[in-house]
């Protein structure tokens, strides 16, 4: 067993009181006094007004969607640097998946590249903030206006981040959480649909309730989904949001622990752009050729810390393979990895992944 994994949750706090309360009250299921105070308070942490909990971030994503009427014919572009289930969801509603590429810079979806793969058939775009840092909304949001497209901000790695002082999620039509395990926050497996507008929330409310109409029992008038969170994995989230401050302040100390233990001139920190707060779901560093960064790997594994490669870009996979070089995208993930990022590790455990790093890189000049 690796003596530093590449994320375990905090659950120091409540959350074994929070789920005895569930086990004595019966109430298990996707009914339960938590499941609202774990919505409501999501709500009140990001700042937007509606908040529908699912049973994961994929889930959500599918929703979203859903909700704002994306479906077959329609395209919808997204960055190929990024987790699958940003672009299955997409494939989940018919639509089609059109890949852009990413900036050197900050990881994130390149905007001029979006304004290049637009079509008369574009309905929306999928904005991912990569690893915790948030994408250049004010752009992205130009770009939609002047093209009549629908946003969804896929926020799965970003609680806590905020584009120029406002928590993502803010500056779109639909923004999707996910909760699961190695999430800043942790549910065990969940996800939330956040939205401004109440129609909108009430269209993803029914439709991961099984599409039931209102005001009739067991009567169901649109095709829907059974994504419905449990009272179980919201006790959890009520008591993890009770301490999202800390949990996230930690993660923040650790990347700056990072940044200053990491000295190697052959090493590239994920950096931050001006007026946003990276939340660094993921600590992650770029090596100067990809060669050095698979034997980097191989020789923190040896030292019993885990890493893991930076997504690989999905339009190199299978299903949805192309030709197109997107070469930013294929060069961050060429050399790219994550390190143990998880709140409880001391500034003497970073420092030691960080030295471990540094020899390495040094030795292998």
Known sequence: MNKFPIYQPDLSGNERAYLNACMDSSWISSKGSFIEKFENNF????????????????????????????????????????????????????????FVDSLPDT???????????????????????????????????????EHDLKI????????????????????????????????????GEGGMILSKDQSTSDKARKLKGQGLATGREYWHDVVGYNYRMTNICAAIGVAQLERIDSLIESKLRIAQIY?????????????????????????????????????????????GIETRPLFPPVHTMPMYFENSKYPVAIDLAARGLNLPSWPGLKESDVAFIANSVNDFMESAS
């Open 259 to 303: 940044k200053k233990e990491l000295i190697s001139d052959k090493i590239t920190f994920h950096p931050e752009a001006n007026n946003v707060t990276h939340s660094y779901w993921m600590c992650s560093i770029l090596t100067d050729n990809p060669l050095r960064r698979d034997r980097l790997r191989k020789h923190l594994e040896i030292n």
């Open 43 to 98: 709500a009140n942490f990001t700042g937007i007004r509606y908040a529908v909990s699912v049973n994961n971030g994929t889930a959500a994503l599918h929703i979203a969607l859903l909700a704002l009427g994306v479906g077959p014919g329609d395209e919808v572009i997204v960055p190929s640097l990024t987790y699958i289930a940003s672009v299955n969801a997409i494939t989940y509603v018919g639509a089609k998946p059109v």
């Open 152 to 187: 969804v901000e896929d926020c799965a790695e970003a609680i806590g981040s905020k584009y120029k002082n406002s928590h993502v999620g803010n500056m779109s039509d639909v923004a999707t959480f996910s909760f699961f395990g190695n999430k800043t926050i942790t549910t």
């Open 107 to 145: 990881w994130q979806m390149d905007p001029d590249d979006i304004n290049r793969k637009i079509s008369g058939k574009t309905k929306a775009i999928v904005a991912v903030h990569l690893y915790g840092h948030p994408c250049d909304m004010d752009k992205i949001v130009k770009i939609a206006r």
